[in-house]
């Protein structure tokens, strides 16, 4: 009874308004208060650890240079592990847009047009009645600079103030529309800023454009994207962002300086790169990013002065990074975390818990599928991304796998890399294999790929990596070195079983006589049952103790329970230690054994590193 009033109420509501002239005002509303409204703001060549809210790594002075963009953080999520599906800007951005890998797009590198056959999460809204609209930097229509609202918008309805490339500090508006405000003697346009201030600088000027659009659609369901150019070179900002930061505010990175072995042959250093390189050109990059927090400020106020923040997604992130000194290097185009890794932040305080913090690997192609699902509005298309709206909404899916994968471009040296939030495995075609821990070794300093500890790491991100570029295409499976590594490395080793026996002094009923290798006339006589085996033990790690080569393992609950037992009711006896039914130790039992145990012997790293995968692959 009560729906059918319900109904009768909203049709005597629609049929007055059609009578004074509101119909479409009443719809308007009612679309603006079930559906939210998208809007992303991307930036170029930007290190996450310029943003306060990813600990401010790169920035040695007071405070944080993101206020605004640290306030989208804590009042929603951010995304730890988020990576350019390919560290140069137009396969990232087709990937971004399209949800599809670059070699499907098929933008594998700069200045090639996305297939006029893509799909983009634009089309999909528009479809669904979305207001659609885009200004800045797009570089997914070949080379034209800047080439003004190309015909091409791929579901963006507005993009009179796209362009195609360039990387313009100064934009002006003519009235026969967009264009670039500084020209040399010549009339050719260049980068300068040629007096840009807070009207004509490119930041500020596309942020003008989007509050514009902000302000004429503000009653219907919109979604708008704004590419900014920076923070991307050359580093030069209007006043007064280009004084507020001095030499005194740079990090010099830990990994500017580091030996040979410490190098992989797709990052080795450039040569002009050093602390005072970096001493001369950040200050202006800080100011960059200070102008651009500056402005998401005013986007953000207005969407409060709208009363709409609430109802729209506010995201935030970048093409790819900016190494920034690390490891040498400036700008992106390789695996490393400055060049790779991507600031991705998002508010939507109906779906989205503040300060929820995703911890798992994710690339662009994860974007796509992500925001439609979170925007409930139905995807047309199939992607090659996953759906990570319940992470971001503080919920953990089951069977999810930690892992993303990114590509080089199609310049040598070609790479594959496998990323999970804690570790990276690179294949490359001109170098051994590289694997980082990046919980210990954020810098990537150290290769531990060759390290028995991870061996099982090894194998599990070479399976992904393989079984990725099966299912996704990637010719660069192709290339004898990336294949010859990964072909080898994606076989699990043969398990080793580890047991544990009780050995008697004397030979009896159903004892086994047994010998170390190395004192072959000491016999053990050993009872047939193990006490324990491989599914008592919870884990395995090389250890570090001084006693050669030795594996200490960790007892599961019950596994404790039972060497407790064992080594409490037989004293003096001996604990024979078998791998494959080989004795490698025999110690006497001096005291009771609980909840850890130490296995020394002479031992290959081959074989150390099989006794730890087999001893931390999980029980079936």
Known sequence: ???????????????TSCLTGN??????????????????????????????????????????????????????AIATSFYATTPVCSPSRSSLMSGRYPQSTPVEQNDIAMSGQITTFADVLKNAGYSTGYSGKWHLDGNGKPDWAPTRNFGWSDN??????????????????????????RGQLNYNLDGADEKTFTTDWLIDRTLEFIEENADQSFCYMVSLPD????????????????????????????????????????????????????????????????????????????????NTIVIFTSDHGDLCGEH???????????????????????????????????SCVDFFPTILKLMNVEATVETAGRDASAWLQGKKPEDWEDVAFLRSTRSNPLWLCAVSDQYKLVYSSYDRPWLFDLSEDPNELNNRFNDPAYAKIKVELSKALKNYGETHDDSYLNNSRIRYYLLQNSKSPEIARLEFRLGEKEAGPNLVAKSLPNLPNDRIYLHQEPVLENEHIAGATKSNQDVGDAIEVTFTKEGAEIMQKVTAENNGKRLAILVDDKLI????????????????????????????FSLNAPAE
């Open 328 to 362: 040498g290097k400036l700008n992106k185009g390789n695996p490393y975390e400055g060049s790779a890794r991507v600031p991705f932040l998002i508010r939507y305080p109906s779906a989205i818990p503040a300060g929820t913090k995703v911890d798992i690997a994710l």
């Open 23 to 76: 119909f479409s005002q009443v719809i308007a509303e009612e679309n603006k208060n079930s559906r939210p409204n998208l809007l992303i703001i991307q930036t170029d060549e930007h290190h996450y650890g310029t943003l306060g809210c990813y600990g401010s790594t790169m920035f040695a002075g007071e405070g944080s240079l993101t206020p605004n963009l640290d306030r989208i953080a804590a009042e929603g």
């Open 585 to 612: 130790m025999a110690p006497y039992i001096r005291s009771e054994i609980s909840s850890k145990a130490l296995i020394t012997g002479t031992f290959t790293n081959a074989e150390i590193e099989r006794l730890l």
């Open 160 to 185: 009179r103030y796209m362009f195609n490339r360039g990387h313009w500090k100064k934009l002006v508006l003519n009235e026969d529309g967009p264009a670039v405000g500084s020209k040399n003697n």
């Open 231 to 310: 923070p991307h070179g050359p580093n030069s900002v209007r006043a007064p962002y280009d004084t507020m930061y001095s030499e005194k505010d740079v990090v010099i990175p830990e990994s500017l300086k580091k030996n040979r072995s410490q190098i992989p042959m797709w990052g080795q250093p450039e040569r002009n790169v050093n602390e005072y390189t970096l001493k001369k050109t950040m200050p202006e990059y800080f100011g960059m990013v200070k102008c651009i927090d500056d402005n998401i400020g005013r986007l953000l106020k207005r969407l409060e002065e709208k009363e709409l923040l609430d």
């Open 1 to 15: 009874m009560r729906h059918g009033l319900g109904l009768f109420l909203l049709t005597c509501l629609i049929f």
